[in-house]
């Protein structure tokens, strides 16, 4: 794979080289220092990034970044462990090289997908799943998440999860957070970044959202180039692609060529495509615009542009001395076509790392599994299978073996009445055999009726073993790709961050979690 990632995270100086590889002129630093500090003073968050704001301002320091988009109330766990990942894996550069590193986390704001961003699910395994979600009519069709603004509906959630988080030891807390950063009138993003931002401001990562005029501005020969490339980025991402199938891999972003890795946005966010004269045609209204008036459009309005997932992470190594991005499974899969646009874009492509993952396991479940000797990796599949088996050592009787013992014998027995009649009557053969399979069948269903029997009468402890599941995997999904941080903290106060901060990071590593252990 080599080939597909040039730059291996694994290997402190080639990351450090990467970066130094880059150039990064001083007043690009200087612009984006405003630019950072005006938004951490904006979202409550510049006491607490300071000293990282500090840091990024010296000549030579570098930036790990990773990023998410602005879910709902802070969106699902995997959100706030990328931030540790890069947080964790700065710290270890600074270590390895004596580099000073930041670790900075984008908000991925121009990402038009509502669907995606306006639900959370709130839970820590004691209280059952509730699902929280922001009507999707409430917001305009269409458009990025930087451009929607809460309305009296986030009333309503608020009010869903006070009521859910109530009896939790911090959930008064928890709630006030949100109150402060959830507020019909305010924006999407700038509600996340005041939430999430205090989360991650004091593990020293800066908050960015690059949907901003001026983050826009200072990228504009990111956009130029793209549509001076004329489709040619793309093409390089096909092929890419397509070299990816060849080695018998997936292809995770399809492309024909024939687009640009860039959006417009009016009162939709409108791709752009190329039309067969030269021009460029919008995806959603079919206008079509030439090159000239496409970027006198952007140098006026340059927060109407945003970049493609594509294009996104030459905009991010533009505006950061970026030396690696943590990125999640699909993200670190869809790197591989990434990379194929640097060289057409001159830029030294980072190290791409994976993120480490995480599970919370409550106290209750931990001594559940425990009792019952239950390895937590087993509640991913079929949890009956997990009650039979639990069950199963707790009969009086070992019914399991018994059967299979007694099973042999009928199966011989069977095999011995079948050759005597066989030898008188070979016609008789398939009666016999016959005769076997519904014994054998009839044991199996006496044997199943008896599970039954017993796991009515032990209902409690499979119902137990049935909610454990659902708090390891909640809709049976890994708890970080569902569940919010917000049920665990109303639970366990704020040392769970500080213990997110410190056992998450590894990458690509899934540890498990025992908050207040």
Not at 308 to 332: C, H, I, K, N, W
Not at 397 to 416: I, N, T, Y
Not at 481 to 492: I, P
Request: one cysteine or more; charged letters at 25%; glycine letters at 8%.
């Amino acid at each position: 794979m080599r080939r597909f990632y040039p730059v291996d995270f694994r290997d402190p100086s080639a990351c450090v080289r990467a970066g130094d590889a880059r150039r990064y002129p001083s007043e690009r630093r200087k612009a984006m220092s405003a630019i950072l500090r005006e938004q951490a003073e904006r979202w409550g968050i510049l006491d607490a990034s300071r000293s990282a704001l500090e840091k990024f301002a010296r000549p030579e320091t570098l930036a790990v970044v990773s990023g998410q988009q602005p879910g709902l109330f802070g969106g699902p766990l995997y959100t706030i462990y990328k931030a540790a990942t890069a947080v964790a894996f700065a710290a270890e550069l600074e270590r390895a090289t004596a580099r000073p590193v930041v670790p900075i986390f984008w908000i991925a704001s121009d990402d038009h997908d509502f669907e995606e961003v306006r639900r959370t699910f709130l839970g820590d395994g004691s209280i059952e799943i509730k699902e929280v979600a922001y009507p999707l009519e409430a917001a305009p069709r269409g458009v990025a998440v930087a451009r929607v603004t809460l309305g009296d509906p986030v009333l309503a959630l608020l009010g869903e999860t006070d009521d859910a988080l109530a009896k939790e030891h911090f959930g008064t807390d928890v709630v006030d957070a949100l109150r402060r950063s959830y507020a019909p009138g305010s924006g999407w993003t700038e509600a996340f970044a005041k939430l999430a931002g205090s989360w991650v401001a004091p593990w020293g990562a800066l908050v960015f959202d690059p949907a901003e005029r001026e983050a826009k501005r200072l990228a504009l020969p990111v956009f130029e180039r793209e549509i001076e490339l004329r489709g040619r980025s793309a093409e390089a991402a096909r092929k890419a692609g397509a070299e990816l199938v060849a080695a018998g891999y997936h292809a995770q972003i399809a492309r024909t060529g024939q687009e640009l890795n860039l959006f417009l946005h009016g009162d939709l966010r409108e791709a752009l495509r190329l039309s067969a004269d030269g021009t460029f045609r919008l995806a959603e209204s079919g206008r079509e615009i030439r090159a000239k008036e496409l970027l006198q459009r952007l140098h006026e309005r340059p927060e109407d542009a945003s970049p493609g997932v594509l294009l996104r992470p030459l905009m991010q190594d533009y505006l950061f001395p970026t030396v690696a991005y943590v990125g999640g499974p699909s993200e670190v899969a869809y790197w591989a076509q990434v990379l194929a646009q640097y060289p057409l874009f001159d830029v030294p492509p980072p190290a791409v790392v994976p993120r480490g993952g995480a599970t919370i396991l409550e106290p209750k479940v931990g001594k559940l599994l425990e009792r019952y000797g239950i390895p937590w990796e087993a509640l991913a599949g079929d949890v009956e299978t997990v009650i039979h088996d639990v069950l199963a050592k707790f009969l009086p009787v070992d019914f399991p073996a018994l059967f299979e013992k007694e099973r042999q014998g009928w199966v011989e027995s069977m095999k011995r009445i079948e050759d005597a009649v066989t030898e008188f009557d070979p016609s008789l053969k398939s009666a016999a055999q016959a005769a076997t399979g519904k014994v054998v069948h009839e044991g199996q269903v006496l044997e199943k009726k008896l599970m039954q029997v017993w796991k009515r009468r032990h209902e409690e402890t499979a119902s137990k073993i049935r909610r454990a599941r659902e708090s390891l995997f909640p809709r049976g999904s890994l708890q970080e790709r569902t569940m919010s941080v917000l049920g665990y903290a109303a639970e366990h106060g704020p040392p769970l961050f500080e213990t997110l901060r410190r056992q998450v990071g590894e990458p690509g590593r899934h540890v498990l979690i025992h908050p207040g252990g």
